[in-house]
């Protein structure tokens, strides 16, 4: 059983530029989640997949966009890349729907610094 | 509103000491979820616990043990006879029921370190 992975691991990037991090689930998980996690925080969710579809978001801008593709593998876009973007992007797989009670198993995150 | 707060930023003991780690939590839901997450250096969140709102039972699992008590708002977690593994940022967060999807709030996360 392979766990959740997300690449790349490091990424920079220049204010203005649009970026997109890819993230594997679990192997029997239809739901992935996206957190952002600033320097010294906690992870903020950004949004939740469910069968392709954008089922759950948190507050964050409509430049901050995903995708779910059929094998429940997951991308995280940012357009016009800003410096507090800066972040890391942490990816989390769960089962039957990711609903609030349910395990979510994280990735190792990928490390993103606009500059 | 939804929130965790983990006043200890960062706790120092030294290998074998008990150390607890506190965790409050403000929701409106009376159907609720509680975790505990512990990150490593590597950067992955790996899942401890989950407890829901109805069941206020302490649990132990070898040498960690947690205390829910609803009508103080807290989940706080103990680690008896800390390592130097047990070193880590430690996050408590809640999700409600109410949203139908996975939405985890996390507290600031409090960092353990573990000396020899």
């Known amino acids: 059983e392979t766990g959740v992975t997300q690449s790349p691991t490091h990424l920079i990037k220049t204010r203005g530029q649009q970026v997109t991090l890819r993230c594997s689930s679990q192997?029997?998980?239809?739901?992935v989640s996206w957190y952002q996690q600033a320097l010294g925080q906690g992870p903020q969710f950004i949004f939740q997949?469910?069968?392709?579809?954008?089922?759950g978001r948190g507050n964050f801008p409509p430049r901050f966009s995903g995708l779910q593709f059929p094998n429940y593998s997951s991308e995280l876009n940012v357009n016009a890349l800003e410096l507090d973007d800066s972040a890391l992007y942490l990816c989390?797989?769960?089962?039957?729907?990711?609903?609030?009670?349910?395990?979510?198993?994280f990735g190792q995150g990928t490390r993103l610094t606009v500059v | 509103a939804q929130k965790v707060t983990q006043a200890q930023t960062e706790i120092s003991v030294v290998e074998k000491e008990d150390v607890t780690l506190d965790c409050v939590y403000e929701?409106?839901?009376?159907?609720?979820?509680l975790f505990w997450y512990k990150q490593p250096p590597s950067g992955e969140l790996v899942f401890l616990i989950r407890?829901?709102?109805?069941?206020?039972q302490n649990e132990i699992s070898g040498r960690y043990s947690w205390n829910f008590q609803k009508s103080t708002s807290s989940f706080n977690f103990t680690i008896t006879a800390s390592q130097v593994v047990d070193s880590a940022v430690y996050f408590c967060?809640?999700?409600?029921?109410?949203?139908?999807?996975?939405?985890?709030?996390f507290g600031t996360g409090t960092r353990l370190l573990v000396s020899p």
């Open positions: 997949y469910y069968r392709e579809e954008e089922n």
């Open positions: 407890r829901n709102s109805f069941d206020e």
């Open positions: 989390a797989s769960s089962p039957g729907g990711g609903t609030g009670n349910t395990e979510a198993f």
């Open positions: 967060a809640l999700s409600e029921a109410h949203t139908g999807f996975q939405k985890l709030v």
């Open positions: 192997s029997g998980h239809n739901t």
């Open positions: 929701t409106r839901d009376t159907t609720y979820y």
